[in-house]
Each structure stands twice: as structure tokens, then as C-alpha cells.
């Protein structure tokens, strides 16, 4: 049975239908998958930091991490919104529980390495796969929330998408990035097209051209860097659309896909 890691977008959290969480039960219940659950939470940290009067920039998708802007990040991952996650869960007697990268040793992370100072950026060096698989094998979800600490005991902000990518790569299995858009689109005229898949190049050349923005960005580059030969697939679906979970995992085309290519440019 594959282990099915969802990245819960921020954008998306708080209006997804409560037929979400009964996919996710059915799947579970009917041994479809092993589902992990990543999440995010742009929106709620930027309404805090406005309320606590505290400014935030992005670079190439990623928040600029200063102490303070950290804390509010932990509040709101760790506090808030990881809580609300599991509590959605227990509703539809899901058995899940929250984390954050800190708790046994979740995810371990180093700085970012970014041109202009970022602050507290973390990327995944290594994940604890055995408490993982510990949790899976007794059917619990883990809810974790995107925070890692280094061996000085630092903690730093994870971009949600790469956190995912990461815990996917170590853990295997397939990868879906739940979000508040159908998928990676481009304007033309008045139409919306959406990219039914994209290779690392074509992905690379839409950043350049401004067609792949913001938090597009990680989100593509998590998806892709997650490809290997273990994991062979990465999915953008649209969180307003909870079928097409399940419709994903029969092999149906929603969405946009990125997929291994083992003689391909993804190495
Ligand atoms: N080409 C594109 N196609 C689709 N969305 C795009 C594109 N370029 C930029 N975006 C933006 O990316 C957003 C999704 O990334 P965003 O980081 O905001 O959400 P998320 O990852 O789901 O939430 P969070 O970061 O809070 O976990 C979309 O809402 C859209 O505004
Ligand atoms: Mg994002």
C-alpha cells in the first residue's frame, strides 16, 4: 500500500469541505493509502504579522524568517492551524496527531543557502522516517507542521511545499499538493489554461517568464525535486475539489502532474 503525503496549502485550510476529510477516511478505511498530512499557512501568518504590526517579504516564494517573524510562524503552524488540521481529522474519526518538525527529531534542517539574507529558512536534511512508519503502521495520520530545528537546536521556518517534497523523497510513495488553484495555469486572452503536466525545464522556463509566480514557485521546484526512481509521481489538485483525490490515485488525469523521467532532465 503507498504512503500518500498531502500538502494542505495554507491557502486552502480553513474552506476546505468537510468532504475532504471523509476522502481521506475512505481511503484509509479501504486500504487505498497511508495518508500523511503536510500543511502550510500563508494567509493566517500574514493576517497575524499585520494585526502584531510586524512587516514580511518574500523572496522567490520564500518569507524572510527574522526571530520575530519566527514566532509567529510557530504560533500559528504549530498552535493553531496544526490543531484545527487534527481536529477536522478526529471529527471524521481519523486517529491522527499533530506534530511539528521538532517533536522526535522530525526533521532536521540547515539554512537556506539564498543570495539576499532570508533568516531562519529551513531545508530538510534528514527526516525520522521510523517514527513515521511507526505512526502508519498503527493507522495514525501524522499532521505536521513545518518547523525544524538544527543541532544547536535552532528552529527555523520551512516553506510548507518543501517540507512536503522532503518528508515524500525519504519516505516514498506518492505526493499531492493541495491548493487553492486547479493546478499550474497560464492566462491567454481571456481563457485560463491549465497545465495538464510540465517537465523541469518547461517549469524552470515559465519561472523565468513570469508565468509560474510566488508561491507557485517552491511549490513547482518541491514538486519536481521530489521526483526519484521511489518516487515516481508529484501532483498539484485543487483542494475545492475533493473527488479528484480519489479520481488522482486511480490514474485519471486532474490536475498538473510531474512525473519521473529516469533518462530525462529531472537528474
Ligand atoms: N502559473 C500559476 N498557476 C497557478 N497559480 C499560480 C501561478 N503563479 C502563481 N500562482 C499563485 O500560487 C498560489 C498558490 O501558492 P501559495 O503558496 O499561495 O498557496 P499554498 O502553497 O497552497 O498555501 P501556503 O503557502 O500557505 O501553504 C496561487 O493561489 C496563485 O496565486
Ligand atoms: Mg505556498
Redesign the pocket.
Known amino acids: 500500500m503507498d504512503i500518500l503525503i498531502m ?7 480553513d474552506k476546505l469541505p468537510e468532504s475532504f476529510y471523509k476522502t481521506i477516511a475512505h481511503l484509509q478505511q479501504t486500504k487505498k493509502c497511508y495518508p500523511v498530512i503536510v ?7 500574514n493576517d497575524l504579522l499585520k494585526k502584531l504590526d510586524i512587516p514580511t517579504t518574500f523572496i522567490n ?1 520564500l518569507r524572510v524568517t527574522t526571530t520575530e517573524v519566527l514566532q509567529v510562524v510557530e504560533m500559528v503552524l504549530s498552535g493553531s492551524i496544526n490543531n484545527e488540521i487534527v481536529t477536522q481529522c478526529q471529527i471524521q474519526q481519523l486517529q491522527a496527531i499533530g506534530l511539528s518538525g521538532i517533536d522526535h527529531g522530525l526533521l532536521k534542517v540547515k539554512p537556506v543557502q539564498t543570495t539576499e539574507a532570508i533568516g531562519f529558512v529551513g531545508e530538510v536534511t534528514e527526516v525520522n522516517t521510523a517514527f513515521l512508519m511507526e505512526l502508519l503502521e498503527n493507522n495514525i495520520i501524522p499532521v505536521i507542521s513545518p518547523i525544524g530545528m538544527d543541532e544547536m537546536g535552532q528552529h527555523y521556518n520551512i ?3 518543501m517540507a512536503a517534497s522532503a518528508i515524500a523523497k525519504a519516505l516514498g510513495g506518492k505526493l499531492a ?5 486547479p ?4 492566462r491567454k486572452k481571456n481563457e485560463l489554461k491549465i497545465y495538464s503536466s510540465l517537465t523541469k525545464g518547461e517549469a524552470e522556463q ?1 519561472i523565468k517568464d513570469e ?9 513547482v521546484r518541491s514538486a519536481i525535486g521530489s521526483l526519484s526512481i521511489q518516487m515516481k509521481q508529484a501532483v ?1 489538485l485543487n ?1 475545492l475539489e475533493p473527488e479528484d483525490i480519489a479520481s488522482y490515485l486511480k490514474g485519471n488525469q486532474v490536475g498538473t502532474k510531474f512525473v519521473y523521467k529516469e533518462e530525462a532532465a529531472y537528474v
Open positions: 500538502k494542505i496549502g495554507g491557502s486552502i485550510q500543511h502550510g499557512g500563508g494567509p493566517m501568518i516564494g516553506n510548507g511545499d499538493f493541495i491548493s487553492n488553484v493546478g499550474v495555469m497560464k515559465q508565468i509560474i509566480t510566488d508561491g507557485m514557485i517552491p511549490k498539484i483542494g
